[in-house]
């Protein structure tokens, strides 16, 4: 289950609507994919560095207290935990534009995208309430599906390649290579591969998470890049890149295009449902976390508290709320425009997590926190270069993305002060008591 959780939230509906966002910057994503791809492998080797070291904290929150104190923290926390409900409505919005694959008014009507979108995200907050167990073995159901349609794809590519090879060469992008496209690629491509750390968030209710945590990170990661890098060439090469730029499902799109419009069909029922397992297993994320900071007096005591079945009833319904209105707010563009900005904020948000999850891996093993053993060599390296790529992935952001994330991360701070007073107050009531 904890490495269905890896690569469930992983391959959400990034993958496959990235195509056309990346088709303007031509063979310069292929770059930006590859160096995405190492990049998040090295923050995986930290992650899972990390949970083997502590075993016994509860998850990321604990790891960064360890290094930085409780306020910086909770301020990156609070960063990441935003990230999910701005992630979850643009990965709805993706799932609206597949449906539109079967119903046109979806797409047509914004406000018939907007109730269907919001009603997706209520109708897995419902499940996650059923308990853990049932949303990890949706999990594990549609990370299986998931991987069909991803699977297809390579076979196509390498039917056409066998079949007709010339086709490969028809539509090069025109694009000179540039460093500074790689860049904003870099940003795409990472939200795509959004969800490495997936396996550390619901760290308590892990059996021997010192073994199982790392194993799940570096699997899920490993088989997510493997299967980007190979499907990511495909339809940048077989579709013009104006058409490909302008598609709402490109992989529904280049199976219709090469083999007749149901098996595009076919292929965007397959995504509907991998986009779905995402949805699912991002609730399941961002509920855990919440119950965490509660747990850690970061946000009030009864985001804490569990139902009947187990599940942090409270911290669902608000992850619902919060979401419902990232979408709301999102729909008067349409759904590309929505998708393009709601992941690059979506992605900003998540950087102050990875940078400060590869500094505190380098700062514990340098205070001794973390014993020497055979793997420190490479996993000091990993950390370094982790921290690299999270450099270079900033740049690509933009200023409106980037203002939102610090506004975002701003509202933060005044929730952290209210806590720290709060627990202050506790303190003196029960010593006076």
Same mark, same amino acid.
């Given at each position: 289950?904890?490495? !269905?959780?890896?690569?469930?939230?992983?391959?959400?509906?990034?993958?496959?609507?990235?195509?056309?966002?990346?088709?303007?910057?031509?063979?310069?994503?292929?770059?930006?994919?590859?160096?995405?791809?190492?990049?998040?492998?090295?923050?995986?080797?930290?992650?899972?560095?990390?949970?083997?070291?502590?075993?016994?904290?509860?998850?990321?929150?604990?790891?960064?207290?360890?290094?930085?104190?409780?306020?910086? $923290?909770?301020?990156?926390?609070?960063?990441? /935990?935003?990230?999910?409900?701005?992630?979850?409505?643009?990965?709805?919005?993706?799932?609206?534009?597949?449906?539109?694959?079967?119903?046109?008014?979806?797409?047509?009507?914004?406000?018939?995208?907007?109730?269907?979108?919001?009603?997706?995200?209520?109708?897995?907050?419902?499940?996650?309430?059923?308990? $853990?167990?049932?949303?990890?073995?949706?999990?594990?159901?549609?990370?299986?599906?998931?991987?069909?349609?991803?699977?297809?794809?390579?076979?196509?590519?390498?039917?056409?390649?066998?079949?007709?090879?010339?086709?490969?060469?028809?539509?090069?992008?025109?694009?000179?290579?540039?460093?500074?496209?790689?860049?904003?690629?870099?940003?795409?491509?990472?939200?795509?591969?959004?969800?490495?750390?997936?396996?550390?968030?619901?760290?308590?209710?892990?059996?021997?998470?010192?073994?199982?945590?790392?194993? !799940?990170?570096?699997?899920?990661?490993?088989?997510?890049?493997?299967?980007?890098?190979?499907?990511?060439?495909?339809?940048?090469?077989?579709?013009?890149?104006?058409?490909?730029?302008?598609?709402?499902?490109?992989?529904?799109?280049?199976?219709?295009?090469?083999?007749?419009?149901?098996?595009?069909?076919?292929?965007?029922?397959?995504?509907?449902?991998?986009?779905?397992?995402?949805?699912?297993? /991002?609730?399941?994320?961002?509920?855990?976390?919440?119950?965490?900071?509660?747990?850690?007096?970061?946000?009030?005591?009864?985001?804490?508290?569990?139902?009947?079945?187990?599940?942090?009833? /409270?911290?669902?319904?608000?992850?619902?709320?919060?979401?419902?209105?990232?979408?709301?707010?999102?729909?008067?563009?349409?759904?590309?425009?929505?998708?393009?900005?709601?992941?690059?904020?979506?992605?900003?948000?998540?950087?102050?997590?990875?940078?400060?999850?590869?500094?505190?891996?380098?700062?514990?093993?340098?205070?001794?926190?973390?014993?020497?053993?055979?793997? $420190?060599?490479?996993?000091?390296?990993?950390?370094?270069?982790?921290?690299?790529?999270?450099?270079?992935?900033?740049?690509?952001?933009?200023?409106?993305?980037?203002?939102?994330?610090?506004?975002?991360?701003?509202?933060?701070?005044?929730?952290?002060? /209210?806590?720290?007073?709060?627990?202050?107050?506790?303190?003196?009531?029960?010593?006076? !008591?």
């Amino acid at each position: 289950m904890c490495t !269905a959780l890896v690569v469930g939230n992983i391959i959400g509906t990034g993958i496959f609507v990235m195509p056309a966002a990346l088709a303007p910057y031509g063979l310069n994503a292929v770059t930006g994919w590859g160096v995405t791809a190492l990049g998040c492998l090295f923050l995986a080797i930290v992650l899972a560095a990390l949970a083997r070291s502590f075993s016994r904290d509860d998850g990321p929150y604990a790891y960064l207290t360890r290094a930085f104190g409780e306020g910086p $923290a909770f301020l990156v926390m609070w960063c990441y /935990w935003i990230s999910i409900p701005v992630a979850n409505a643009a990965i709805a919005i993706g799932v609206v534009g597949y449906l539109g694959t079967f119903f046109p008014a979806l797409t047509a009507t914004p406000g018939w995208s907007a109730v269907t979108a919001i009603t997706l995200v209520w109708f897995f907050v419902l499940v996650n309430l059923r308990g $853990a167990r049932l949303a990890g073995g949706v999990q594990v159901l549609t990370t299986v599906l998931k991987l069909l349609p991803l699977l297809a794809v390579v076979a196509l590519g390498v039917w056409v390649l066998v079949q007709h090879p010339g086709r490969y060469a028809q539509h090069l992008p025109p694009n000179p290579a540039s460093w500074p496209q790689v860049n904003s690629v870099l940003t795409l491509a990472l939200f795509a591969m959004l969800g490495i750390e997936c396996a550390t968030i619901p760290a308590g209710r892990v059996r021997t998470p010192e073994t199982t945590i790392p194993r !799940a990170t570096l699997a899920g990661t490993l088989i997510a890049a493997l299967l980007y890098c190979a499907v990511s060439v495909v339809p940048m090469l077989l579709i013009p890149q104006p058409q490909l730029a302008a598609s709402n499902a490109p992989f529904a799109d280049l199976f219709s295009r090469e083999l007749g419009g149901q098996y595009g069909s076919v292929l965007a029922a397959f995504v509907i449902v991998s986009a779905l397992g995402a949805l699912n297993g /991002w609730t399941l994320v961002i509920a855990e976390l919440t119950q965490s900071l509660a747990r850690h007096r970061g946000f009030p005591q009864v985001l804490s508290r569990e139902n009947g079945r187990g599940a942090p009833s /409270w911290a669902l319904l608000v992850y619902g709320v919060v979401t419902t209105l990232m979408l709301l707010t999102n729909y008067s563009d349409s759904i590309a425009a929505g998708f393009a900005f709601l992941i690059t904020v979506a992605t900003a948000a998540n950087l102050p997590f990875y940078y400060a999850a590869s500094l505190a891996y380098l700062l514990l093993r340098r205070r001794g926190e973390i014993a020497r053993d055979g793997r $420190a060599g490479w996993q000091i390296a990993a950390g370094v270069l982790a921290t690299a790529y999270c450099v270079s992935a900033s740049i690509g952001i933009g200023a409106k993305p980037l203002l939102w994330t610090l506004a975002l991360g701003g509202v933060g701070i005044p929730i952290y002060l /209210w806590s720290v007073r709060t627990r202050r107050i506790e303190g003196l009531a029960d010593s006076t !008591a």
